[in-house]
Nanobody, 123 residues
Framework: QVRLVESGGGLVQAGASLRLSCAAS????????MGWFRQAPGKEREFLAT????????DYADSVKGRFTISRDVAKNTVYLQMNSLKPEDTAVYYC????????????????WGQGTQVTVSS
């Protein structure tokens, strides 16, 4: 089992930046890829970005490309999501996930999930 713990969420004003962190308890063949998703109230879960642990290769949803950056620190078993130029519509609970295959864009294709961290962007 891989335990994922997100942190870094909070309340910010529009235009601000935040960096989310996701610490993984261990790496296994079921966690070759890490992803970030979000879910706003009343909306479906949305894929944001994914990174391959070993190569660092990334992929993004078009909706956040250019504003959000995913990265990983292999030594710390931690994945980050740098979010810039935040907008009120970015308000959501942000989740970190781990899966075996890369790249994958659907939540169903990820095996392990964190508890989520709230991001609220005020106008």
């Amino acid at each position: 089992q891989v335990r994922l713990v997100e942190s870094g969420g909070g309340l910010v004003q529009a235009g601000a930046s935040l960096r989310l962190s996701c610490a993984a308890s261990r790496r296994t063949f079921t966690s070759n890829a890490m992803g970030w998703f979000r879910q706003a109230p009343g909306k479906e879960r949305e894929f944001l970005a994914t990174v391959h642990w070993s190569t660092g290769t990334t992929d993004y949803a078009d909706s956040v490309k250019g504003r959000f950056t995913i990265s990983r620190d292999v030594a710390k078993n931690t994945v980050y999501l740098q979010m810039n130029s935040l907008k009120p519509e970015d308000t959501a609970v942000y989740y970190c996930a781990a899966g075996a295959l890369f790249p994958r864009f659907r939540g169903e294709e990820y095996t392990h999930w964190g508890q989520g961290t709230q991001v609220t962007v005020s106008s």
